[in-house]
């Protein structure tokens, strides 16, 4: 297993266009968490998903951010109508919740940077 | 909520020991991690505690949990160049809490 994996590592996008990331986790873990990391900060929670049902979402994550999961395997976020302040390196992390213990393992993120 | 805080910057010679203190708000916090960045890079898993754990121990690193003054440290022994990064700490609170970090504490060490 080669641990969680993220493309694209870098995106240049101008304003107003729509991105896409994607996330695919270590095999056969059920949960899946997107977090935003801006400069000088640790990362911010978005929205998690255990197997393919989204649980939780952030009050960062506006209208023009949307998650799927869509087989409870990888994972997209796309960010609709970008703004400057979206960029942002943007963090999928995978987990396989047992009871109490649960262990985040991060992907190398997604660098993006809007014009 | 959960609020994390850490010294921003360490500096420590090589060979020294490192440590790196965090404080937290969240008294239910079950699980306490401590990620490693590297610059550009995603965070890595170091180590964590069990909030019935006052230590842990593994290899260079020590970590000791103060759960009345709702305190975390990390020691790293032997201080290396190759540890110098960020290093985060997360607390995760009981039930399906997402994981909360503060801004980090930025590593230097100095050869």
Redesign the interface.
Same mark, same amino acid.
């Given at each position: 297993d080669t641990g969680?994996s =993220?493309n694209p590592r870098h995106k240049i996008t101008k304003r107003g266009q729509n991105v896409t990331f994607r996330c695919d986790p270590i095999s056969e873990h059920n949960r899946l !968490?997107w977090y935003r990391q801006t400069l000088? =900060?640790?990362? /911010?929670?978005l929205t !998690?998903f255990q197997n393919e049902a989204q649980? /939780?979402k952030s009050r960062l994550l506006s209208d023009r951010f949307s998650a799927e999961r869509p087989k409870g395997s990888f994972s997209t976020l796309e960010i609709q109508r970008t703004e400057q302040g979206d960029s942002a390196m943007y963090?999928c992390?995978s987990s396989l919740?047992a009871g109490?213990? /649960?262990? =985040? !393992?991060? #992907?190398? #993120?997604t660098?993006l940077l809007v014009l | 909520g959960e609020d994390?805080e850490q010294s921003l910057f360490l500096s420590v010679r090589e060979g020294d020991s490192s440590v790196i203190n965090c404080t937290y708000t969240d008294s239910s916090s079950? *699980?306490l *991690?401590w990620?490693k960045q590297e610059p +550009?890079? &995603?965070?890595? @898993?170091l180590t *964590?505690i069990?909030s019935n754990m006052d230590m842990k121990q593994d290899q260079r690193l020590t970590v000791l949990l103060n759960k009345k003054d709702k305190h975390l440290s990390l020691r790293i022994a032997d201080t290396q160049t190759g540890d110098s990064a960020i290093y985060?700490c997360?607390p995760?609170g009981?039930g399906?809490t997402? @994981?909360?970090? &503060?801004? +980090?504490t930025r590593l230097s060490v100095i050869a």
């Open positions: 969680v =993220q !968490y000088g =900060q640790g990362p /911010e929670f !998690y649980l /939780e963090l992390a919740a109490a213990q /649960e262990t =985040q !393992y991060f #992907g190398p #993120g660098r | 994390v079950t *699980y *991690y990620y +550009g890079a &995603g965070l890595q @898993l *964590y069990f985060f997360a995760r009981s399906n997402p @994981l909360v970090f &503060g801004k +980090g």
